[in-house]
């Protein structure tokens, strides 16, 4: 089959059922197509050959037929296959500055949340999508490297450990499944992004804030402008990519960057972090 | 005193923000980060070579400040940093 | 839904196999050629391409052709994201070549640039488009210890290895075990000669210096004459087993022949080098293989030229069953029931090659236990 991935082609080969309904679940029956002429990526999510087949059974991630990362157990194979996409992603989508930052919008303005794996961007992401924000991406941000736009995946949303409890009691219609515990990041589960999110992902936008999250608990929300000198330098640490573009990822980034009013932010409550949210102004 | 210029395959590209500077150098792939100072210090020395006590001065007059210690440390460590990420270099004697 | 089996390597038919190659050797060959690709041509094309480490260079040929705007847009993106991959591959050898300079300076000996860095400085067709790993230099043997301590002074350290594997760097292989740069990451091979010392074959280093030529502004600074990395090249590619990169390799010969061989004194000068070095045999099978698969243009019956003394026609045939299948992409659509064998068996005979019948065996078996285990750290990726 053939898995609609924002602007990407994914031919998806794989003997596992749950997988193929999971897929049609998380990203929508219109990003399953049949085989076509064209795929930007060939990947296998399969059982492996011999004992792990159906002992203590395991999935593999493979692109073009090389395994990408150690097998997973197969109850894991939602994460195996989201965890390979953002690999390939890192690794050959050079079309684009790459950033590990999540990606909503509204009325025309996005918000960049760059963050590493635990400061919360995720959970922010999924709250705010289902509060009249749009879902580009909850990790992965893409910055055309040809005219600064953002591109939309609006791949389903990873959540761990306590945000799972807290997003199912803040959405409670929310489509949150293929919970999966003792993973090497602890219990994960995967919420669907909304429909509009999906059906808008080719609509680009542009970034009006970028906003730094960090979840500390029991303190009141707050948000503090930051430098803009200093936010370039973060979001370089949080670039996949930047170092390969050379000075045209600078001046890319850094055009982004001029067009952004740049925060900090912690939060605890998320209805309070929502609330500072739609008070944003857009930069004059 | 030891007169620095820019450093001959350094290529830099410029971003001034709220006082503070953003800098890329395409000779070695690092993009730096220069205070209000720092970028003064970098700015003069790609324009024209002097030494640290010339930049203090020129800095002192241009701002209004008094050319002191303080200052002078600062130029100067300011020179020593960019000599270590080869944005600057000595001009042999 | 389909079922399908567990991954292995898909096998197909060897006609099935040439079919599927053949695009992506035409399009090397041939790159204006990527005009009349279908969608689905692509499709095929790109997989192979970024397995045998050509994507890159592809983009560049296509588009020094004129034909990449041609390029249907979906592949044109993953041709142009390889070439920026590419690019900062280039730039960063630049660099990391400045700073082994800088670091040997002190040292005042000559430094022999091999492989992609001397390609790069050198400006050689190979260059174009290239994906560059560590950075390969040759120096005298008699300096080999002063310049390990000067590199271990700024900044670069040995991994950490067995003592065993230590051993067989500098006993069977002709280098130091690699080091890397503890801020930077980059490795740096070094190297006294380019082509290990066998049982049978003693390379004369000394004349690889004497005709070393140099590049840039840096006297210091040299690449081995053209028929000299040509040769390396084909020794390296043609006795050591290693085939991970195998069409790129082949490729990188057929560009230097084409580059090289518009001086029409080079073919003379080239065959008599390989009677002088004793690498009559792998100049033999980089001429048949670059010309039979890409199409590299040679002078009229170089190929039989005796002083090459080329292989009966037995062993002949026997070999080019076993490099036509090592040559290709390393890529399912590639693979027939013969690759793997052909693999193995060309692993092998690097080892025969290189190593006396009594050190061979152990070597092998220690060799696939430590694969076993994982812990495999000495070079060779031969696959068994």
């Known amino acids: 089959m053939i898995l609609r991935c924002g602007p990407m082609a994914i031919d998806v080969d794989t003997d596992l059922p749950e997988v193929v309904a999971a897929l049609e679940v998380y990203y929508g029956p219109d990003a399953?197509?049949?085989?076509?002429?064209?795929?930007?990526?060939?990947?296998?999510?399969?059982r492996p050959a011999g004992l792990r087949r159906w002992y203590r059974p395991q999935v593999i991630f493979a692109l073009d037929g090389e395994q990408l990362f150690k097998p997973l157990p197969r109850d894991q194979a939602m994460q195996a296959f989201e965890w390979g996409l953002n690999w390939i992603i890192e690794h050959h989508c050079h079309q684009y500055l790459i950033v590990h930052a999540a990606v909503i919008e509204k009325g025309g303005h996005a918000i960049l949340m760059p963050g590493q794996p635990g400061s919360g961007k995720s959970t922010l992401a999924a709250a705010m999508t289902n509060r009249g924000w749009r879902l580009l991406s909850d990790e992965i941000a893409l910055i055309s490297m040809a005219d600064g736009a953002l591109s939309a995946l609006a791949r389903p949303i990873s959540l761990k450990n306590e945000s799972i409890p807290v997003l199912r009691r803040f959405v409670p219609d929310a489509i949150i499944g293929c919970e999966a515990r003792d993973t090497v990041k602890g219990t994960v589960a995967l919420m669907r992004a909304p429909l509009d999110s999906i059906a808008r992902i080719a609509q680009t936008a542009r970034a009006s804030w970028i906003i730094f999250p960090r979840y500390l608990n029991g303190l009141p929300v707050e948000i503090r402008r930051r430098s803009r000198a200093s936010t370039l330098m973060s979001i370089i640490e949080h670039s996949f990519n930047y170092s390969i573009h050379g000075k045209a990822g600078f001046e890319r980034l850094a055009d982004v960057i001029e067009a952004c009013d740049c925060y900090d932010f912690s939060y605890a409550d998320l209805n309070e972090a929502v609330e500072v949210f739609d008070a944003l102004k857009p930069p004059s | 005193m030891t007169r620095w210029r820019k450093a001959g395959d350094a290529e830099l590209s410029w971003r001034y923000w709220d006082g503070e500077a953003v800098v890329y150098n395409d000779a070695s792939g690092d993009t730096h980060h220069l205070d209000a100072l720092a970028a003064e210090v970098l700015e003069r020395l790609c324009t024209h070579a002097a030494d640290v006590e010339e930049v203090s001065q020129a800095i002192a007059n241009a701002y209004g400040l008094d050319p002191d210690d303080d200052l002078n440390?600062?130029?100067?460590?300011?020179?020593?940093?960019?000599?270590k990420f080869g944005l600057i270099e000595p001009i042999p004697t | 839904m389909r079922t399908s089996p567990p991954i292995r390597p898909t096998v197909q038919s060897a006609t099935s196999v040439r079919q599927n190659q053949v695009r992506l050797a035409q399009l090397l060959a041939c790159p204006v050629a990527a005009a009349g690709l279908s969608l689905a041509d692509w499709s095929l094309v790109i997989r192979q391409a970024r397995r045998a480490g050509v994507l890159a260079r592809l983009c560049d040929l296509i588009e020094e052709g004129g034909a990449l705007s041609a390029v249907p847009e979906p592949a044109r993106l993953h041709l142009e994201a390889a070439r920026t991959l590419a690019i900062k591959h280039a730039h960063d050898v630049r660099w990391e070549?400045?700073?082994?300079?800088?670091?040997?300076?002190?040292?005042?000996?000559?430094?022999?640039?091999?492989?992609?860095?001397?390609?790069?400085?050198?400006?050689?067709?190979?260059?174009?488009?290239?994906?560059?790993?560590?950075?390969?230099?040759?120096?005298?043997?008699?300096?080999?210890?002063?310049?390990?301590?000067?590199?271990?002074?700024?900044?670069?350290?040995?991994?950490?290895?067995?003592?065993?594997?230590?051993?067989?760097?500098?006993?069977?292989?002709?280098?130091?075990?690699?080091?890397?740069?503890?801020?930077?990451?980059?490795?740096?091979?070094?190297?006294?000669t380019i082509v290990a010392p066998t049982r049978r074959l003693r390379l004369n280093a000394a004349a690889l210096f004497a005709a070393a030529i140099p590049v840039g502004d840096d006297p210091k600074l040299r690449t081995l004459a053209p028929a000299d990395m040509l040769l390396h090249s084909a020794a390296h590619l043609l006795n050591e087993g290693e085939f991970d990169r195998g069409l790129r390799d082949l490729d990188d010969m057929n560009r230097m022949l084409r580059h090289f061989g518009r001086d029409e004194g080079f073919w003379q000068a080239l065959v008599e080098r390989a009677e002088e070095l004793d690498l009559r045999r792998?100049?033999?099978?980089?001429?048949?293989?670059?010309?039979?698969?890409?199409?590299?243009?040679?002078?009229?019956?170089?190929?039989?030229?005796?002083?090459?003394?080329?292989?009966?026609?037995?062993?002949?045939?026997?070999?080019?069953?076993?490099?036509?299948?090592?040559?290709?992409?390393r890529h399912s659509t590639c693979r027939d029931a013969l690759t793997g064998p052909a693999l193995s068996l060309l692993y092998l005979r690097a080892h025969y090659l290189l190593m006396p019948a009594r050190t061979l065996v152990p070597h092998l078996l220690r060799k696939a236990y430590a694969r076993r285990v994982g812990r495999d750290e000495t070079p060779e990726r031969g696959w068994l």
């Open chain 3, 282 to 329: 792998p100049l033999f099978y980089a001429f048949r293989y670059a010309s039979r698969m890409l199409g590299t243009p040679l002078p009229q019956g170089i190929e039989k030229t005796p002083r090459l003394r080329p292989p009966g026609f037995l062993l002949r045939s026997v070999m080019d069953l076993l490099f036509e299948r090592a040559l290709r992409p």
């Open chain 2, 73 to 83: 440390a600062a130029v100067a460590g300011s020179v020593e940093r960019f000599l």
């Open chain 1, 32 to 46: 399953i197509l049949s085989k076509r002429d064209f795929a930007d990526f060939f990947v296998e999510l399969r």
């Open chain 3, 97 to 192: 070549v400045r700073c082994i300079k800088q670091a040997l300076a002190p040292l005042d000996i000559p430094i022999i640039l091999l492989k992609g860095a001397a390609y790069l400085l050198a400006d050689l067709p190979p260059a174009r488009g290239r994906i560059f790993n560590d950075v390969d230099i040759m120096v005298p043997e008699t300096r080999l210890p002063e310049v390990e301590v000067a590199l271990n002074a700024n900044g670069w350290r040995f991994h950490k290895l067995s003592a065993y594997d230590e051993r067989y760097y500098r006993r069977w292989m002709h280098q130091i075990p690699p080091m890397t740069h503890m801020a930077r990451g980059t490795t740096v091979d070094v190297h006294h």
